[in-house]
């Protein structure tokens, strides 16, 4: 088995091998994985956070060492909290990085960073302060930044700047945690999930106070959220229907 991480700021994660193909999530930097399969120009991998899997392009990675990835995969993680921040690499030359970047790989691509960063679980309730940071991202399907998130990586981001495990798609998050009867049972910080004709979840975001809820929907925006699910009052109608509200922490 190979293993790597990610060096750079914001790599795509691709279904299939190919430039062209679907954007399914974006590995950021100081993300670390093991590599299934390595053609010439492509990578498999499956991501160590939340064994997600794709593609990733052999020239946007490290390779690193089993011994490595154990011990990367035993610390506690420790996150850039700036928005946009910049490691030096060994040659001085600087890398912007986003939010949520990992930084316990630094000394292992010799690397410096001198910003804010965080380590530790924080509260439930600065889960809506930190989704508040990513308020007018444009949306965008396989995002994980401020510059383009989707829906479930947008609450996935949140959840991790604030030291909790969420798994990377919405249907998946909402198999986490436990199931509440009401919207009345639901506290800041909770989550919503929405399923479409089918019933396939589809769309999730987290529940504020006063029956609000902050999701990524064309960007991350702030509607009204009833039993019935998301309000959008410029439309005048409900955008999304209410499948399950979820406590995971």
């Not at 030096?88 to 949520?100: A, R, S, V």
């Not at 930084?103 to 410096?112: D, P, Q, Y």
Request: include cysteine; charge should be negative.
């Amino acid at each position: 088995m190979q293993y790597g991480i990610c060096n750079l700021s914001i790599v795509p994660l691709r279904d299939e091998p190919a430039d062209t193909s679907e954007l399914v999530s974006q590995v950021i930097y100081g993300d670390f994985f093991k590599i299934l399969e390595q053609r010439k120009q492509w990578s498999k991998i499956r991501l160590a956070f939340d064994k997600y899997e794709g593609w990733v392009d052999n020239k946007q990675y490290v390779e690193i060492s089993e011994d490595q990835y154990k011990s990367l995969n035993k610390e506690t993680p420790k996150l850039s909290t700036d928005l946009v921040e910049f490691i030096e690499d060994e040659n001085k030359q600087l890398f912007p990085i986003t939010i949520g970047s990992s930084i316990n790989g630094l000394s292992l691509l010799k690397h410096k960073y001198d910003g804010h960063s965080i380590d530790r679980i924080i509260e439930k309730p600065n889960i809506i302060i930190t989704a508040f940071t990513f308020l007018n991202s444009p949306y965008l399907w396989g995002g994980k930044t401020p510059f383009g998130i989707d829906c479930s990586g947008f609450t996935q981001m949140v959840y991790k700047l604030n030291g909790y495990k969420l798994l990377r798609d919405a249907s998946q998050q909402a198999t986490q945690g436990e199931a509440l009867s009401f919207i009345e049972e639901s506290e800041p910080g909770d989550l919503a999930f929405f399923d479409n004709n089918e019933g396939a979840i589809i769309h999730v975001g987290i529940i504020m106070k006063d029956n609000y809820i902050i999701h990524a929907h064309g960007k991350v925006r702030i509607d009204r959220l009833d039993h019935s699910g998301i309000y959008n009052v410029h439309k005048n109608r409900h955008t999304h229907k209410l499948r399950v509200i979820k406590k995971v922490i």
